[in-house]
């Protein structure tokens, strides 16, 4: 509608992209189960399995009511009676221009190539416009505005050729070209867009997507999934900046479809090799079984304030990686609690006495073993989910000072203090005495000290990977 009442390409631009993409991946290949989720990245811990029924009667139909409106969006004509065509999809459609009929039938190698033939059938001679919309991806740019940008810009053009002549593809501001002349039965017009790999980056302010890229190529977006990647962990990937991102067909992948091979190192252990992944297609995604998947693929190791794969906030890089078997501790992005016991008041643990960086996970378990309570500290960190994503502990002293320093003392993460020194401190796993566990006070400039393990304190679990 907003094509219709304007003419801007822009908006075809995005109905394009939602097409190819958000759509398709909304339904599995299939065509008998189905979800509206469309993450950009998935843990794999099973909520991204199609549903086959759910109480949810709008999203089906709104599917049926896309499928069955789809061929209204190809071609458009306006007042002054010129033929839009803005997608190129295999399809014949008739107009009257000028008082007479004029038909097109377009052949198209889309999504998978760039090249399309329309074919004109007239009667008697028409004048007229066609105009053919050029996509932004064709243009060096992926979307409508600046949110997103390619990596590295191309010089090469739409090539369009009207009978084997070649015209000019100069584009206009609402992202057109317009072929107008006295069209004849049997003209033929051929287009070629541009249909290398890019690499999309986001806008800086974007955080989360910050040293990461996406992958399409022409209206298609690409991900990793994890029948594809060595040990199935898409999440865990860094793209190798060297490696070269080479397009192939694959006849067995449900029926044929273009992939993509790169070379990605693991961000765990970058220091290894880099080994050889596939990328896909992102609407086919979700149809192979639950694993992990990933869209928006780092291409250097992570730093302090980073978004972590989980989602939480990057606030170590362990420079001792291939001895502790860990280089990152991820944060959650918020507090487990506002007021939690520590647990075991006035009972002296075998453990949970140390207060190094890495001895979180550790103490976090002995505390476990050792208290029965639930909702105490420990429990809360232990049974954390994040984005599917298990495995976060209460940090020990010395990973909450760093919690503290990286985070909250630079301002990267919000612990919503608003001012307020009472009960702004956080418990670490790291036991004093029978009655005392250690804390810091965040809003007393990360002030270290302990207290009664009876006594609610916040609580903010983190990870390592």
Known sequence: RLFLATGDGKYIDALERGMYNNALSGVAVAGNRYFYVNRLASA??????????????????????????????????????????????????????????????????????????????????????????????????PTPGALYSYQQ?????TIIAVNGKAVSANVDSAGYVTIERVWQNGDRIEIEFPFAVRQVTAD?????????IAIERGPLVYCAEWPDVPDGRALDLMLDAASKLKPSFDESLFGGATVITAQARRLSNPAAPPQAIKLIPYHLWANRGAGEMCVWLPVREYEPGDIGPAGGFIFYKNPNAAADGWRYLEAAPVDQSAGAQWGCFRRALDGARATAVGAGKKNTEEMIAACAERGTAADLCANYTLNGVRGWFLPSRDELALLYRNLKATGVADFRDQGLADNYVYWSSSQVTVDMAHHIDFADAGRPHYDDKDFPRRVRAIRAF
């Open 204 to 212: 800086a302010r974007v955080r989360e997507n910050r040293g990461r």
């Open 44 to 141: 794999g811990d099973g909520r991204d399995t199609r549903w086959e029924r759910a109480s949810l009667e709008c999203c089906p139909p709104n599917l049926v009511r896309f499928l069955a409106a789809m061929p209204g969006y190809v071609y458009a004509q306006d007042k002054q009676d010129a033929v839009y065509v803005n997608l190129y999809v295999s399809s014949e459609a008739s107009f009257r221009v000028g008082g007479k009929d004029l038909a097109l039938a377009v052949e198209s190698e889309m999504p998978w190539g760039g090249k399309s033939k329309i074919t004109v059938a007239a009667k008697e001679a028409v004048r007229g416009a066609i105009k053919l919309r050029i996509p932004g991806w064709a243009r060096n740019q």
């Open 153 to 157: 810009k191309f010089d090469q053009p």
